[in-house]
């Protein structure tokens, strides 16, 4: 269902560009993981993965369940609900390990949320928590980085301006970019994996910026092998 709408919605709203790595590519049980930069940033990438014939589940903050019927078909079609900073926090972890047992490819966000900037521009993703090296470690689930650019075009800022932005989108209809990078495998104990998938998730998010021209792709380089770890390609 959320994949659907996106599909069909974000073309009213913005125009979608989406490139893949030459070595991209999306194994059943795969770590998708995203950098998040906007409320309107899982409409793009949910829309972008579509193309792809992806249609993955999604760890989302756990009050979306709370909202009447979409709650229910969240938990119909096994999304994964993020209960952060409360005992049931762990469930997450327990619910996306089952999912990648069964096959299914799982979007997670690991910034846990959003940037405080107000401004529309592009920044590198900020630093990953511990959740994906736990749930890589857990299951051995080869990770896929996955870049998006633009979001903060459509809704940035206070809620004013969030609401003007979203109103005036289909008359704007910004350039977003999504990039796909190649699968890892990541490796190491749990802050090297986290340093690996920062750096893999800020290299697909450069090069999806730079489609648009932002500056922040040049002006931001990619973390160095030093800090950022090692990885090897998925099999």
Do not use: C
């Amino acid at each position: 269902m959320l994949s659907r709408l996106s599909g069909h919605l974000l073309p009213t709203v913005a125009r979608l560009g989406v490139t893949t790595d030459p070595r991209a590519a999306f194994a059943p049980g795969s770590i998708l993981v995203a950098n998040h930069t906007s409320l309107a940033d899982p409409a793009v990438v949910l829309a972008a993965l579509r193309r792809l014939g992806v249609e993955p589940v999604v760890a989302a903050t756990a009050g979306l369940w709370r909202v009447p019927g979409l709650g229910r078909a969240l938990a119909r079609e096994g999304h994964i609900p993020v209960h952060r900073g409360s005992a049931r926090a762990a469930e997450a972890l327990d619910l996306a390990a089952d999912a990648l047992a069964a096959g299914r490819l799982v979007l997670i966000y690991p910034e846990g949320g959003l940037p405080s900037r107000k401004d529309a521009a592009e920044a590198p993703p900020e630093d990953f928590r511990s959740g994906i090296a736990r749930l890589s470690l857990r299951t051995g689930a080869p990770l896929v980085p996955v870049g998006q650019a633009g979001a903060r075009r459509l809704i940035s800022g206070g809620t004013a301006k969030q609401l003007a932005g979203l109103a005036t989108a289909p008359l704007r209809r910004p350039d977003l970019h999504v990039h796909i990078g190649r699968p890892l495998a990541l490796t190491g104990d749990a802050p090297t994996r986290t340093a690996q998938a920062h750096r893999a998730v800020t290299a697909a998010w450069r090069e999806a910026a730079a489609r648009l021209g932002e500056p922040a792709a040049a002006v931001f380089p990619l973390p160095s092998p030093a800090s950022g770890g090692t990885w090897r390609e998925a099999a």
